[in-house]
T-cell receptor, first 117, second 112 residues
Framework: GPKVLQIPSHQIIDMGQMVTLNCDPVSNHLYFYWYKQILGQQMEFLVNFYNGKVMEKSKLFKDQFSVERPDGSYFTLKIQPTALEDSAVYFC???????????????FGPGTRLTVL | GDSVTQMQGQVTLSEDDFLFINCTYSTTWYPTLFWYVQYPGEGPQLLLKVTTANNKGISRGFEATYDKRTTSFHLQKASVQESDSAVYYCVLGGTNAYKVIFGKGTHLHVLP
């Protein structure tokens, strides 16, 4: 089936540094998402991106977070600067657009494990 | 606001046992309801999806029925296998939002 790829699979950085997480979504998908999952806990929605714009974001999507997808390349999540509480697994997802993004099946990548020291 | 409730954090069964995972939701809109399954080291993947139009979803022996009266979307399987061990998420979509809402997840552990 359709695959979402995430690069890298693991990232270890020092607190205060910048990190960029990369996502290669399913090729004909139009909606893109980032989720955060702290080990053993719930999947938390961060942000939804469509047509070059953030459509919706949660309280977890702090000012230090940003997303973009320049020229149809990777969909990226940038954190600058990072904090200890940003340590988690970040999942990217993509979906086709239906009437509303919330109706479509989302395809998830395998996640990027981010460790902030 | 919109919400999803999964009370069972962990369920332990033996092979061939009956599975029932409870899920209730709250929304003022016409929901689309999903069950996603997450295996260790992977992202969630769709197990089944139900809209108000079709009421019941069936996939890989799992089934879930959308009950508007009780606002429930419970997941069932007649006979679980060890390979069903995973985390199961009840997910609410189709609301007046561009996102979906994940329940807290139920960790299913099936003993051989």
């Amino acid at each position: 089936g359709p695959k979402v790829l995430q690069i890298p699979s693991h990232q270890i950085i020092d607190m205060g540094q910048m990190v960029t997480l990369n996502c290669d979504p399913v090729s004909n998908h139009l909606y893109f998402y980032w989720y955060k999952q702290i080990l053993g806990q719930q999947m938390e929605f961060l942000v939804n991106f469509y047509n070059g714009k953030v459509m919706e974001k949660s309280k977890l999507f702090k000012d230090q977070f940003s997303v973009e997808r320049p020229d149809g390349s990777y969909f990226t999540l940038k954190i600058q600067p990072t904090a200890l509480e940003d340590s988690a697994v970040y999942f990217c997802a993509s979906s086709l657009a239906l009437r509303l993004g919330g109706e479509a099946e989302q395809f998830f990548g395998p996640g990027t494990r981010l460790t902030v020291l | 606001g919109d919400s999803v409730t999964q009370m069972q954090g962990q369920v332990t069964l033996s092979e061939d046992d009956f599975l029932f995972i409870n899920c209730t939701y709250s929304t003022t809109w016409y929901p689309t309801l999903f069950w996603y399954v997450q295996y260790p080291g992977e992202g969630p993947q769709l197990l089944l999806k139900v809209t108000t139009a079709n009421n019941k979803g069936i996939s890989r022996g799992f089934e879930a029925t959308y009950d508007k009266r009780t606002t429930s979307f419970h997941l069932q399987k007649a006979s679980v296998q060890e390979s069903d061990s995973a985390v199961y998420y009840c997910v609410l979509g189709g609301t007046n939002a561009y996102k979906v809402i994940f329940g807290k997840g139920t960790h299913l552990h099936v003993l051989p």
